[in-house]
């Protein structure tokens, strides 16, 4: 399986639809701020996320600025996810271009 980059505009109506989508950035990063419904992925949740995941459902990879995505989207996609996309530009534009879709705790 491979993955295809995503730009931000299309993602939108995906993650506005059934999109997974999940964040691989530090856990410090992601309690500041993460895209509305975004999972926390890291090395301590990995293994269970892809136990319970709908491998069926569009599955969007985010981390700071769309590089690391890459590999990790490459990663779920080898784990049997169907529809995977990385973010191109990270959460750093979707913030800066969609700051209404972004969550604070």
Not at 9 to 29: E, G
Not at 35 to 60: E, F, G, Q, R, W
Request: glycine share 4%.
């Amino acid at each position: 399986m491979t993955y295809k980059c995503i730009d931000i505009n299309d993602a939108l109506p995906l993650i506005q639809n059934d999109a997974q989508i999940v964040d691989i950035r530090d856990n410090i990063s992601f309690q500041t701020s993460h895209i509305n419904n975004a999972v926390s992925l890291n090395n301590d949740n990995i293994a269970a996320y892809i136990d319970d995941a709908d491998k069926s459902l569009p599955l969007i990879v985010c981390c700071y600025h769309g590089n690391s995505s890459k590999n990790a989207a490459a990663f779920l996609a080898d784990q049997g996810f169907q529809d995977v996309y990385s973010l191109n530009g990270g959460f750093s534009q979707w913030s800066a271009v969609f700051p209404e879709q972004c969550s604070q705790n």
